[in-house]
């Protein structure tokens, strides 16, 4: 919006006179003449007269009565583009300290000094008040046409100055906008960049899942067939075992009633060079733990399985989250071996709808993260569940070092760790995080330095509504 330019002038000087000439000068009474209009335009023809728009004088008689004029015109948003101060005013403050304190209210005010004295070198009073741009010295007497000229010169300096101004405010405005703009857009990006990092290793979790499926599936079928007959061999081997024994037992029976004579003797010494009866102890013993050795490379084999649930290609499917608990701790017992002991405090739960290796893959991070919270000595892990209404949850808890309220606002930020470099991606919580969400559940944390940390996972029991 264009504003009218600013003719508004302040004069301030304690000589009423001085108020008559300046009227005079800057607001002087026009006359028109019809006749002599006529007369003009008969003689001369029809001319276009240019208006010059005229000045508007408020008088002050004092610096004090100057400012308080300032004061109002800058509350009622009419400005004066300049002022006219006398130096020498005998009641009050002088020239210099009146422009100092108008400056302090209206900075942009243009300032003539009209002086017929000394009081202070021009060089003095530009060292004082340190405003050669907005400054100008009139000498008195003082002409018309210099008063006229100064007037009209810095009324329009004021407005070009103003102009510039407002230019300038409004291209800070813009270039802020433009900031904030490009801020947000950067953020936008980085935002994009850490979901495409994320994306990526989520991606590169999915192939390590199915390389791992896919060789849970191999190692299933090249060790079930020698494990599937060792096992057999084992229990028939069990029988035979246990025939000998009988015959051995025979044997002895049979030792008691032989005569004495080398023959007995012989066999007595057999039997004790041999061991007999540690033998007949030992080996049921051997072939017992060698079935139990069996029979974990078979749960091995069944929890690499049921943890990577390849087979399913990643369909929702109804589990047993307590066996996926137990197949994911079975997976992990080598880290946990030395770290931690594990408690469980379980009760029964439902079949949930869920995608199976995913949520083995929240168990894992949460197992892991809580292991290496632990300090020097050993710790505890606790895991506990229960249900709620349509939903089931999931704690694991920890006696370990605990963390900050700083790093617990982003615990769950991607890339956040509090492990030293190397030792940690920052993504092992934000995928859990992920998927969490994925199914439609939370996932959150409380914690207390020195005292452990608990997570807690909510998942409903069914997926009313599945994600792709």
């Not at 009622?76 to 100092?100: C, H, K, N, S």
């Not at 990643?314 to 997976?331: P, R, V």
Request: with cysteine; charged share 25%.
């Amino acid at each position: 919006m264009n504003r009218p330019p600013n003719r508004r002038i302040l004069l301030i000087d304690d000589t009423p006179s001085i108020h008559e000439d300046f009227r005079k000068i800057l607001t002087p009474t026009v006359e028109h003449s019809v006749e002599l209009d006529e007369m003009e335009a008969a003689l001369f023809g029809t001319t276009t007269k240019v208006q010059t728009q005229a000045f508007e004088l408020d008088s002050a008689y004092g610096g004090q009565e100057g400012l308080q004029r300032l004061h109002t015109a800058m509350q009622q948003e009419q400005p004066y583009a300049l002022a006219f101060v006398d130096m020498r005013m005998p009641q009050g403050w002088d020239g210099a300290q009146t422009i100092e304190e108008l400056w302090k209210v209206a900075p942009d005010l243009q300032v003539v000094v009209c002086t017929a004295y000394s009081d202070y070198s021009w060089e003095d009073l530009l060292l004082r008040l340190q405003a050669h741009d907005r400054l100008l010295i009139l000498k008195k007497p003082f002409d018309n046409i210099e008063v006229q000229q100064m007037a009209n010169t810095l009324a329009a300096k004021w407005d070009m100055a103003r102009r510039a101004s407002l230019k300038t405010i409004h291209l800070e405005q813009l270039v802020e906008q433009r900031t904030q703009a490009l801020t947000l857009a950067g953020q936008a990006l980085q935002q994009e960049i850490d979901e495409r990092k994320q994306l990526e290793s989520q991606l590169v979790q999915s192939e390590k899942l199915a390389s791992l499926g896919q060789l849970a599936a191999g190692v299933a079928h090249e060790i079930n067939n020698p494990v599937g007959f060792i096992s057999s061999n084992l229990g028939t081997l069990e029988g035979y075992v246990k025939q000998l024994q009988q015959m051995l037992d025979a044997y002895q029976q049979a030792e008691e009633a032989l005569p004495s004579g080398e023959c007995l003797d012989q066999l007595i010494t057999l039997r004790k060079a041999m061991d007999l009866d540690f033998l007949k102890e030992d080996i049921p013993l051997l072939i017992r733990e060698s079935k139990d050795g069996i029979g974990r490379v078979t749960q091995i084999v069944k929890d690499l399985k049921d943890f990577s649930r390849v087979d399913n290609n990643e369909k929702w499917q109804w589990a047993n989250l307590q066996q996926g608990i137990d197949s994911t701790l079975n997976i992990v017992a080598s880290e946990l071996k030395y770290k931690a002991d594990v408690i469980k405090h379980y009760q029964p739960l439902p079949e949930i709808e869920c995608l199976a290796s995913q949520i083995n893959q929240v168990v894992m991070n949460l197992v892991i993260n809580a292991a290496q919270a632990m300090g020097p000595e050993r710790g505890t892990i606790t895991i506990s569940n229960g249900i709620e209404g349509d939903q089931v949850w999931l704690e694991v808890a920890d006696n370990g070092c605990g963390i900050g309220a700083d790093s617990l606002q982003k615990i769950f930020d991607p890339f956040f760790t509090t492990k030293p470099v190397g030792e940690g991606t920052g993504l092992g919580l934000s995928l859990s995080y992920g998927i969490v969400k994925k199914h439609h559940g939370d996932i959150s944390v409380r914690s207390e330095p020195g005292k452990g940390t608990t997570f807690r996972v909510v998942l409903p029991i069914r997926q009313t509504d599945k994600p792709l």
